[in-house]
Antibody
Framework: EVQLVESGGGLVQPGGSLRLSCSAS????????MHWVRQAPGKGLVWVSR????????NYADSVKGRFTISRDIAKNTLYLQMNSLGAEDTAVYYC?????????????WGQGTLVTVSS | QSALTQPASVSGSPGQSITISCTGT?????????VSWYQQHPGKAPKLIIF???DRPSGVSNRFSGSKSGNAASLTISGLQPEDEADYYC??????????FGGGTKLTVL
């Protein structure tokens, strides 16, 4: 069974940094593209970033490019999102998601999300 | 990376059919077959209901169907049921190798 469990969210001051983790089970990160998606309180879904099967290709939304870095640890089968220079606009629930299959871009499996609050 | 355009809300009665539109550009919806739809109930994670314009993941009801014409995609839900009341989001792959969501549509089952 595919399971994704996010952690690492919390309260951080403006300008600060935070690293989110997503522990994956039931499959190997080397076999699927992985994504991060966020949702500000009461707002819609916003795609953030993705990483390919060998970790060599990463893509980012313009709003986070240069500030966020997606990565993974194959030995731990864990996905990460390093977030720097955080601002109030980054306050959101962050979901990690697994692509449904190699031949599509759709995210077929989702974690429960972790809340990041940027505030002084 | 402008968000795709969806109506803020739609409504229908049980048993009826509704359609939610999703308008993009020639750089996203119009260019690629990679349009997906997600259902999200309050406080829950999104659930994939349509991928690649008109395919359904295993276990998703055939009351959900998708289509695309030009720069616009659509989600149709037939035989509305109370449990269909939720927020719905479209998503497309883009020419920049990124993904973009629509603003979301709140479906009310009257």
């Amino acid at each position: 069974e595919v399971q994704l469990v996010e952690s690492g969210g919390g309260l951080v001051q403006p300008g600060g940094s935070l690293r989110l983790s997503c522990s994956a089970s039931g499959f190997n990160l080397t076999s699927y593209w992985m994504h991060w998606v966020r949702q500000a309180p009461g707002k819609g879904l916003v795609w953030v970033s993705r990483i390919n099967t060998d970790g060599a290709t990463t893509n980012y939304a313009d709003s986070v490019k240069g500030r966020f870095t997606i990565s993974r640890d194959i030995a731990k089968n864990t996905l990460y999102l390093q977030m720097n220079s955080l601002g109030a606009e980054d306050t959101a629930v962050y979901y990690c998601a697994r692509q449904l299959a190699l031949v599509t871009t759709a995210q077929g499996y989702w974690g429960q999300g972790t809340l990041v609050t940027v505030s002084s | 990376q402008s968000a795709l355009t969806q109506p803020a809300s739609v409504s229908g009665s049980p048993g009826q059919s509704i359609t939610i539109s999703c308008t993009g550009t020639s750089s996203d919806v119009g260019r690629f077959h990679y349009v997906s739809w997600y259902q999200q109930h309050p406080g829950k994670a999104p659930k994939l209901i349509i991928f690649d314009v008109n395919d359904r993941p295993s276990g998703v009801s055939n009351r959900f169907s998708g289509s695309k014409s030009g720069n616009a995609a659509s989600l149709t839900i037939s035989g509305l049921q109370p449990e269909d009341e939720a927020d719905y989001y479209c998503q497309s792959f883009t020419i920049s190798a990124t993904l973009v969501f629509g603003g979301g549509t709140k479906l009310t089952v009257l």
